[in-house]
T-cell receptor, first 110, second 114 residues
Framework: QKEVEQNSGPLSVPEGAIASLNCTYS??????FFWYRQYSGKSPELIMS????GDKEDGRFTAQLNKASQYVSLLIRDSQPSDSATYLC??????????FGTGTSLTVIP | SAVISQKPSRDICQRGTSLTIQCQVDSQVTMMFWYRQQPGQSLTLIAT?????????ESGFVIDKFPISRPNLTFSTLTVSNMSPEDSSIYLC???????????FGSGTQLSVL
């Protein structure tokens, strides 16, 4: 069974700190990886995509991918209270199916 | 990214009734999907809405309970039939431009069944 696993949290960080969110996936053939942010009562919003090993930076967000370890992470620098949300990791498997993790709840404390 | 309009945004329904959710996209898209998100849970794929043919349902979901239509490349509906309180969830329409492209979501429908 294909799985995408995340620590459900909640993860609490003080404002201005770095938030680190982690995700592992089971299908070694997966090639595309995404992070979605979901505010309470809202639909998921795509914030990052990554396809190659290494880091990808976009503003305060950095996605990291390690295919050998089947590990994806999202770093949020200078965390703001507005970053408080649930973050969903998603993976496209070799069959082009999307799989979502259960999400990590992040709270940024002012 | 496509603009995806979904309605209604929320509804409160009685047990045994049915609700049809509409999803309109501002551009033609190859793939449309319907997801369910139960309280505190992640996303569960209900079905892939196929243009001009029957939807492809995931394990645990059946056409009689969740009939889906997709008459063209920009519009789809999901009906939740004979509702019970267990159907209380957020229902999300989503689209992908091609098999390797990102997945985008509509604004969702918050359904509560009494």
């Amino acid at each position: 069974q294909k799985e995408v696993e995340q620590n459900s949290g909640p993860l609490s960080v003080p404002e201005g700190a770095i938030a680190s969110l982690n995700c592992t996936y089971s299908d070694r053939g997966s090639q595309s990886f995404f992070w979605y942010r979901q505010y309470s009562g809202k639909s998921p919003e795509l914030i990052m995509s990554i396809y190659s090993n290494g880091d990808k930076e976009d503003g305060r967000f950095t996605a990291q991918l390690n295919k050998a370890s089947q590990y994806v992470s999202l770093l949020i620098r200078d965390s703001q209270p507005s970053d408080s949300a649930t973050y969903l990791c998603a993976v496209i498997d070799p069959g082009n199916q999307f799989y979502f993790g259960t999400g990590t709840s992040l709270t940024v404390i002012p | 990214s496509a603009v995806i309009s979904q309605k209604p945004s929320r509804d409160i329904c009685q047990r045994g009734t049915s609700l049809t959710i509409q999803c309109q996209v501002d551009s033609q898209v190859t793939m449309m999907f319907w997801y369910r998100q139960q309280p505190g849970q992640s996303l569960t794929l209900i079905a892939t809405a196929n243009q001009g043919s029957e939807a492809t349902y995931e394990s645990g979901f059946v056409i009689d309970k969740f009939p889906i239509s997709r008459p063209n490349l920009t519009f789809s509906t999901l009906t939740v039939s004979n509702m019970s309180p267990e159907d209380s969830s957020i229902y999300l329409c989503s689209v992908r431009a091609s098999t390797n492209e990102k997945l985008f979501f509509g604004s969702g429908t918050q359904l509560s069944v009494l």
